[in-house]
């Protein structure tokens, strides 16, 4: 009690033990929470990191998305203008002035080298034109021609099959023949029915002669790659290249006789077409002397 009573009385008048008790308090206590501001600042910058992180991966998948849309749009853009290109070339081709034409795509090709015929298929039918026989064209070469047609789906044999024949002449040497696919290669032709004193030769080019009432003339058609003479035959064995690589192409032109195939506009309201056969016929019945009596007879009045 005495020493009690000694500290309390010497505290009193000095506060030295307020003093210490007080900095042992803090001290104790800034130990003790330390750690747990420690920790609560760990978890706040990781909490912030990772949300951080959320939003930029959130952003990262949305600029990817955009930046794939971005690429797909350009990827179309590009193949537009190439096929603009295309069409803008097809339209170019000079027969286009003497015959109407009108494009079509290709949208199936020959399966494997098993086929019976080379033949592609394209999105237009007789309702639209593509008539049996219509001629098939690229702007600087022959395709073929249509072989078999539905209401809106065409079928066309290619130029290089065995069985197509179109007749042809040189450019430069004026040679006529008869020309026809060839089952040795993809773009090999052979040109039949040419004189042994022809002059053709090698390099020139084959364009269309225009003599079988379908192709217009002077559409090219392949260039001649071989020429030997005939030894048991009277004409020489001519073979030429296809210019156009058919197995590339993904549109094509169709030529259409202007006095066939489905009018470009429709006819005038009240208009008639002119039969001249009919008129000749209903012409000559009305000078028979039968009908000149009964006409007769029915313009006299009755008693």
């Known amino acids: 009690m005495f020493l009690y009573l000694a500290l309390y009385t010497w505290n009193a008048r000095t506060g030295y033990l307020d003093t210490i008790a007080e900095r042992t308090g803090l001290e104790v206590v800034g130990h003790v929470l330390s750690p747990v501001v420690w920790v609560k ?7 912030e990191r990772y949300m951080a992180l959320v939003d930029i ?10 930046l794939e849309r971005a690429r797909a749009e350009a990827s179309l853009t590009a193949e537009d203008k190439m096929e603009l290109g295309r069409l803008r070339e097809l339209l ?5 002035r003497q015959h109407p034409a009108f494009a079509a795509r290709i949208i199936a090709k020959r399966f494997g080298p098993q086929a019976v015929l080379r ?17 098939v064209v690229t702007q600087n070469s022959v395709v073929g021609r249509v072989l078999r047609a539905s209401p809106h789906t065409a079928t066309v044999l290619m130029l290089t099959d ?13 040679t006529p023949g008869i ?17 042994q004193n022809a002059n053709i030769a090698v390099g020139e080019t084959l364009i269309t002669s225009g003599v079988d009432g379908s192709f217009p003339k002077g559409v090219p058609v392949g260039v001649v790659t071989q020429v030997t003479p005939g030894n048991e035959i009277l004409f020489l064995q001519v073979h030429a290249q296809a210019i156009v690589d058919i197995e590339k192409l993904e549109e094509v032109l169709l030529l259409m006789d202007s006095a066939s195939g489905p009018p470009l506009l429709p006819p005038l309201p009240g208009s008639q077409t002119r039969d001249p056969i009919s008129e000749a016929v209903q012409k000559k019945q009305n000078d028979a002397p039968e009908n000149k009596t009964g006409n007769a007879r029915a313009r006299s009045p009755s008693p």
């Open 92 to 96: 170019g081709l000079e027969a286009l």
């Open 162 to 174: 065995p069985g197509f024949r179109l007749a042809v002449i040189s450019r430069e040497s004026r």
């Open 179 to 195: 020309l026809t696919g060839s089952i040795s290669g993809q773009r090999r032709l052979e040109v039949a029915y040419v004189a």
């Open 119 to 135: 033949t592609f298929t394209i999105d237009k039918g007789f309702l639209d034109g593509a008539i049996t026989g219509t001629p």
């Open 41 to 47: 600042d760990r978890f706040r910058d990781w909490w």
């Open 57 to 66: 991966s959130e952003e990262n998948s949305r600029l990817r998305t955009e």
